[in-house]
């Protein structure tokens, strides 16, 4: 606490620290609660509308139309009842299916395991319906992260060849992100197979999982 009355600043410096909390205290009855700033808008840096993934393929292209933001280029609310429909329903058969697996027959895979299975094999319910909890929520986190370094590295190849001709670089910006379809398709299915053994509540991991998927998403859109 401090001694004495709110005090206004003077020329010099205040004496100690029970001057100084007294002059903030003046300050802050004098000050107004709510100020008006103008904001002076800066130019983008060079390069800033550079694509990062899709900046100038088909996302670009359809924000910089006016077209864009009409209602009817949006997709219906129809469509995505039917989606989450759908997926519900993929998780019940999904859920159904681990119920009847016997206690005693549960497995718990490591993220080592998980990797490998990932880069050599495709999803199936025989093997997913026999993991606990915990093996499902490292396979999401293995997938997961397995997509964004592809289109990390992507990126950064990208990059190279856009520094190397701008002819390049324009042909580029019109290619998606992750030219191996193949490994882009099974890490994929990897992630919607997770997704669907996925228990609930999301623990934080997960959450920010989750983050980092729909921000590569965007990317390839």
């Known amino acids: 606490p401090v001694s004495g009355a709110p005090m206004p600043p003077s020329e010099g410096p205040p004496k100690d620290a029970d001057e100084y909390l007294r002059q903030v205290q003046w ?103 026999k993991q606990n909890s915990v093996s499902i929520n490292r396979l999401v986190s293995v997938s997961i992260e397995a997509l964004v370094q592809a289109s990390e590295a992507a990126e950064a190849s990208e990059s190279s060849v856009s520094g190397d001709a701008p002819e390049l670089a324009q042909e580029a910006a019109q290619t998606p992100v992750i030219l191996d379809i193949h490994k882009l398709d099974c890490l994929t299915e990897w992630i919607f197979a997770a997704l669907s053994y996925l228990e609930l509540p999301l623990v934080d991991d997960i959450q920010f999982q989750l983050q980092q998927l729909r921000r590569t998403c965007h990317k390839h859109l």
Not at 72 to 81: K, R, T
Not at 102 to 124: D, G, H, I, Y
Request: glycine share 6%; with cysteine; hydrophobic share 35%.
């Open 27 to 129: 300050e802050r009855m004098h000050c107004p609660e709510i100020v008006d700033v103008d904001v002076e808008e800066r130019p983008g840096k060079k390069g800033s509308d550079k694509r990062r993934g899709v900046g100038g393929g088909l996302l670009a292209r359809l924000c910089a139309s006016e077209a864009y933001e009409s209602d009817e280029v949006q997709h219906c609310s129809e469509w995505a009842e039917d989606v989450v429909a759908a997926f519900m329903e993929t998780r019940a058969r999904c859920e159904d299916a681990c119920s009847k697996v016997p206690p005693n027959s549960t497995e718990r895979l490591t993220f080592v395991m998980w990797r490998e299975k990932c880069a050599q094999e495709r999803p199936s319910s025989v093997l997913l319906a």
